[in-house]
């Protein structure tokens, strides 16, 4: 069947005959469904993120320098808390810095709290290569 004139909404492009294959009605939009779609991802998503951090995140082992002293030219005393679970362990990653940033030492210490409680004060030695300006914790994980 051709298309005449009579046939053709107003407005619309009119295409020869035949050339462009069965001319299609226009496809109805679903913004809900679509919108749907987006929040059931993004819950999943979130969900993972949550289950991930949970599994392998340790917000639990947080550090604080609370005073760097013994500064020598060959090493710092670096006194500092660390947050375990209750009764946990952690090793910790210390460093010694010199004045322009560069770092000159590097060391682990493990820290242990006792059953019940959730904050260790340690203090540790790190032996430098050169004279540090500052001693710092870097990171803690659990022991293990």
Not at 6 to 23: D, E, L, N, Q
Not at 62 to 68: D, G
Not at 118 to 133: G, I, K, S
């Amino acid at each position: 069947m051709s298309e005449t004139h009579a046939t053709i909404a107003p407005g619309a492009p009119v295409f020869p005959p035949g050339r462009y294959g069965r001319r299609r009605e226009p496809g109805r939009r679903r913004p809900l469904l679509l919108a749907l779609s987006v929040a059931v991802l993004l819950a999943v998503l979130g969900l993972v993120a949550t289950k991930l951090y949970t599994q392998y995140g340790d917000p639990e082992y947080r550090a604080q320098v609370i005073t760097y002293t013994g500064i020598t030219d060959s090493r710092v005393m670096v006194d500092f808390r660390v947050t375990v679970p209750p009764g946990g362990s952690a090793t910790c990653v210390l460093r010694a810095r010199t004045h322009d940033g560069a770092e000159v030492g590097r060391a682990e210490a493990t820290v242990t709290a006792s059953p019940g409680e959730r904050h260790v004060t340690a203090r540790h030695e790190v032996a430098t290569t050169a004279r540090p300006f500052i001693g710092e914790v870097v990171r803690c994980r659990p022991a293990g």
